[in-house]
């Protein structure tokens, strides 16, 4: 028998990751604020989906936006421009955001917030890093993860990417104006994210089109309300 210490490094890192996930949670909850953490896939459509949801629930909540990217800030420029405070951050290669990098992420968006004369924002929105793996490895400390899938990425991606599926509470099919040119099956793909997770809200949408917002916004609107009031 080998005298050597194994330590599985992986599994402390997600350990040590939850417990400061719970934590920021917590802190979010007692400041009632409300955190939401948008997963997909590179080109799927998240800014322009949180753009269309932040446009629609900016009368009802102050809203701030973290873009997480390996490197660039066109995102967080668009956001910005759209008037909404949002921070860039870089995860350094990393293709994830976790819990500790929210809470630095969060301080920054209220800096951000306070340099336009505004109140940290009640409600924090994530545009996490851009692929449907390591995301869902990690806890953010969100109240509520969603995913969004696009048309063109094809009906089967949930069965392909299980974790994603499984951690979200939401799913946002986006791109349905595209469907025509695309060999994509609405009922199968429902059928697919339901498999990975029965209890998922599943909304078919197009940001382009503003189609399908509105019924997802009212639902992410009662998820933020219920969480506010503790």
């Not at 009632?32 to 590179?42: A, D, E, H, K």
């Not at 949002?86 to 630095?104: E, F, K, P």
């Not at 595209?178 to 029965?198: E, H, Q, Y």
């Not at 189609?211 to 933020?224: H, N, R, S, V, Y």
Request: negative net charge.
């Amino acid at each position: 028998m080998s005298s050597v210490k194994i330590i599985e490094l992986k599994e402390s890192i997600l350990e040590d990751n939850d417990r400061d996930a719970d934590a920021l949670r917590a802190e979010m909850k007692a400041a009632r604020r409300f955190y939401l953490n948008i997963m997909s896939s590179p080109g799927s459509g998240k800014t322009s989906c949180i753009l269309r949801t932040a446009e629609k629930l900016k009368e009802r909540f102050s809203i701030g936006v973290m873009e997480a990217d390996i490197d660039a800030s066109v995102d967080a420029e668009t956001v910005a421009a759209a008037g909404f405070p949002a921070v860039q951050l870089h995860t350094g290669g990393m293709c994830h955001l976790d819990a500790d990098m929210s809470r630095q992420g969060i301080r920054a968006l209220d800096a951000a917030a306070a340099e336009l004369g505004l109140p940290a924002p009640e409600f924090v929105i994530l545009e996490n890093v851009g692929n449907l793996v390591c995301p869902a490895e990690f806890d953010t400390g969100a109240e509520l993860n969603a995913v969004i899938l696009s048309v063109p990425e094809g009906d089967d991606k949930p069965l392909k990417y299980p974790l994603m599926f499984e951690q979200c509470s939401a799913a946002l099919v986006n791109k349905i104006d595209a469907a025509p040119a695309f060999d994509f099956d609405f009922d199968k793909v429902k059928k697919n994210i339901l498999f990975r997770k029965p209890d998922c809200e599943v909304f078919f949408v197009s940001a382009k089109k503003d189609q399908g917002f509105d019924e997802w916004c009212e639902w992410l609107a009662a998820q933020a309300k219920r969480a506010l009031r503790g």
